[in-house]
């Protein structure tokens, strides 16, 4: 069955550290993989895609993804967090040729001053 | 250009009552989509579509209708409000191609059953 699981509920980090957010997932083909991230009262946010080809993605606000399927990851990292990152992220794969999405749990952050 | 409207935003419901929340987008995109939002479990799907007249069951249905009559609407329905349908609402829309896609979100609605 299709599934992503974000084993971390919750992180918190400092002002200007870096970030990496897990993200796994079980598909049976090449998976089509999301991030998004959600402020608080807000709809969601594309942050980046991966498909095929380059396995390190880049995307709005200088966060990064780097694809590895052997260990069916697709990590999230940005190298020095913002206050205004704070917000809930979520991975999400593209469930075939069918609009669907599986998301996983979500991941609240908070950054402290 | 709208992107995807949802519409309430806020809304309270009896246990009982019936109601649709409305969902549009002007992006002439085939695919649309509703999922709940429940804090800790991320979105799940409720009902899909992959084009006017096609509608699917997703992963949490039960108690909830669709129908696509139009390209650009993709009305839920909630036939008898239950406690458990208490959620945040998010419809979304998607175009797929060969190596691209991208889905959209709505604002989402708060809704509450009581």
């Known amino acids: 069955a299709q599934s992503v699981t974000q084993p971390d509920i919750h992180i918190t980090v400092s002002e200007g550290a870096s970030l990496e957010l897990r993200c796994n997932y079980s598909y049976g083909a090449t998976p089509y993989l999301f991030w998004y991230v959600q402020s608080p009262g807000q709809g969601l946010q594309l942050l980046l895609k991966?498909?095929?080809?380059?396995?390190l993605v880049q995307g709005i606000k200088g966060f990064e993804a780097e694809f590895k399927r052997s260990q069916s990851s697709f990590n999230l990292r940005k190298p020095s967090v913002h206050w205004s990152d704070a917000a809930e992220y979520f991975c999400?794969?593209?469930?075939?040729?069918?609009?669907?999405?599986?998301f996983g749990q979500g991941t609240t952050l908070q950054v402290k001053p | 250009n709208a992107g995807v409207t949802q519409t309430p935003k806020f809304q309270v419901l009896k246990t009982g009552q019936s109601m649709t929340l409305q969902c549009a987008q002007d992006m002439n995109h085939e695919y649309m989509s509703w999922y709940r939002q429940d804090p800790g479990m991320g979105l799940r799907l409720i009902h899909y579509?992959?084009?006017?007249?096609i509608t699917d069951q997703g992963e949490v249905p039960n108690g909830y209708n669709v129908s696509r009559s139009t390209t650009e609407d993709f009305p839920l329905r909630l036939l008898s409000a239950a406690p458990s349908q208490t959620s945040v609402y998010f419809c979304?829309?998607?175009?797929w191609g060969k190596g691209n896609t991208e889905a959209f979100f709505g604002q989402g609605t708060r809704l509450t059953v009581v």
């Open positions: 991966y498909f095929s080809g380059d396995t």
């Open positions: 579509s992959v084009g006017a007249g």
């Open positions: 979304a829309s998607s175009y």
């Open positions: 999400a794969v593209g469930a075939g040729n069918t609009g669907k999405l599986i």
